[in-house]
């Protein structure tokens, strides 16, 4: 499936939830590969807040980025909107700190975006696809979320407050095609004991009864209730029948937990990809939402990693082999360190190493424990980067190459002798005056055991 991003751009105005200021949200359409961010065009320079787990500062009550000094309130309504159009790039312009609460769902936004409709870009959308089970438990609420394996996005969220009023419930999205109608319009709640600490936490601002459904676990007095007509800006509030403070009936009998499924959504949006899974939810809330989101990204990086080994059959002729490397290296035994290419591009490199106990090398190293030292595997890409930066470069035998810097070197797993060490390098940026800038990653088998960013010159023999 293609990319999508807004046929046009559409704009909102409210008030924020906790801050109480006016603002105006503009979602604009974004090139391919941009992704969601976020940008505060009241402050100097507009500083951009990409919509991504990494920046998540704050979840009382609503999830905050932040980066630098730029902060963005409560954006899980708005992400939750474009998660249900499967949008995924977008220019989300704010005039304030805060995205505008509106009616305390996401149906607004949704709508606003369905009138303009979407776009198909010219780039393959990537999934996070749920391979195993991924398990997430907070032992301080008992909260529980769990990622499943499925052939497409679905969500179930369970709630229980241990209330004699909200009892609990459940609510399950099986196909995102059900969102508008089913999840986006489902309001925010909270409970009327919860009121009094929020607002002396300097917090719903511009809470109202027109944008949550506030939840009375008790008989509340006639004074109580005018003292808290006064604080929301109201003549009178009552309670009904069902234990509702509100003007307005449920949308749905189970509308709590259809919001809280709204903000899963949104929440685990900051993953940046789209979902091919199952989750279901226990207790979700803002803190374990993005707590979750954390791991399941955790566990996408890996993923690319994986999705980037390259295939080994040595079945098959190579590209280059040993006594073809020696004419482009000046390295020979014992410091060759590639015995072949098996890939070859104008901007990666694939070689192979075969880790042998009659090596050099374990004679001194670790001689009772073999184990094929961390440097080694980082010159062995180094060479491989070579093969790569000389064949552009022509003349081979005319030039050298040379560290200059290596960054980000991680090693991640022990190599023995039997391995075959799969020795990866790309180009991050294109050569200029001799400067070769190159992401390096070496696999045994599927398992990353060392990776690092190198940069080495080639110089004029």
């Not at 105005?13 to 505060?40: C, M, W, Y």
Request: with cysteine; charged share 20%.
């Amino acid at each position: 499936m293609r990319q999508h991003t807004l046929a046009g751009q559409v704009s909102l105005s409210g008030i924020g939830l906790h801050t109480g200021k006016e603002v105006t949200i503009t979602f604009l359409p974004a090139d391919a590969n941009h992704g969601i961010k976020f940008q505060r065009v009241d402050l100097e320079g507009e500083p951009v807040v990409p919509a991504d787990v990494a920046y998540v500062v704050a979840t009382n009550r609503g999830t905050t980025l932040a980066k630098g000094d730029a902060t963005v309130a409560t954006v899980e309504h708005a992400l939750s909107a474009l998660v249900g159009h499967n949008i995924d790039n977008a220019l989300v312009t704010l005039t304030g700190p805060e995205v505008p609460i509106l009616d305390g769902s996401a149906g607004p936004f949704y709508d606003a975006i369905g009138k303009v409709g979407t776009s198909e870009l010219e780039a393959d959308r990537e999934y996070f696809e749920i391979e195993q089970p991924i398990e997430f438990r907070d032992e301080l609420t008992g909260a529980e979320l769990v990622a499943m394996p499925a052939d497409h996005f679905e969500v179930t969220t369970m709630i229980d407050f241990n209330s004699k009023v909200l009892g609990p419930q459940y609510a399950t999205m099986n196909d995102l095609s059900d969102y508008g109608g089913e999840i986006a319009h489902s309001r925010t709640f909270v409970f009327l004991h919860e009121i009094e600490k929020l607002l002396n936490q300097d917090l719903i601002k511009g809470g109202s009864l027109d944008n949550a459904i506030v939840i009375a676990e008790r008989e509340v007095s006639e004074p109580e209730l005018l003292a808290l007509a006064k604080r929301l800006g109201r003549e009178s509030v009552s309670v009904d029948s069902s234990g509702v403070l509100n003007t307005t009936k449920l949308k749905f009998q189970n509308e709590p937990a259809r919001h809280k499924l709204l903000d899963v959504i949104g929440d685990l949006a900051l993953i940046g990809c789209p979902i091919k899974g199952k989750i279901v939810a226990r207790k979700p809330g803002h803190a374990v939402n993005t707590a979750f989101a954390k791991r399941l990204k955790s566990v996408l990086k890996e993923q690319r990693k994986l999705r980037g080994v390259p295939k080994y059959d040595p079945t098959v002729p190579p590209i280059m082999d040993t006594v073809q490397i020696m004419g482009y290296l000046p390295h020979r035994y014992p410091m060759l360190l590639v015995d072949k290419v098996i890939e070859l591009s104008d901007k990666h490199v694939v070689g192979v190493k075969n880790v042998t106990f009659n090596e050099g090398i374990f004679q001194g190293h670790f001689p009772n424990n073999p184990v094929f030292p961390g440097v080694l595997q980082i010159e062995a890409l180094a060479q491989t980067g070579g093969m790569l930066a000389l064949s552009i470069t022509g003349d081979p035998g005319e030039w050298d190459m040379y560290f200059v810097k290596i960054d980000s070197c991680k090693f991640r797993g022990m190599v023995r002798p039997g391995d075959t060490l799969i020795l990866k390098m790309e180009l991050l940026s294109p050569i200029r005056r001799g400067i070769v800038h190159m992401q390096g990653t070496a696999y045994v088998g599927n398992t990353v055991v060392s990776e690092g960013e190198l940069i080495a010159q080639i110089v004029k023999r």
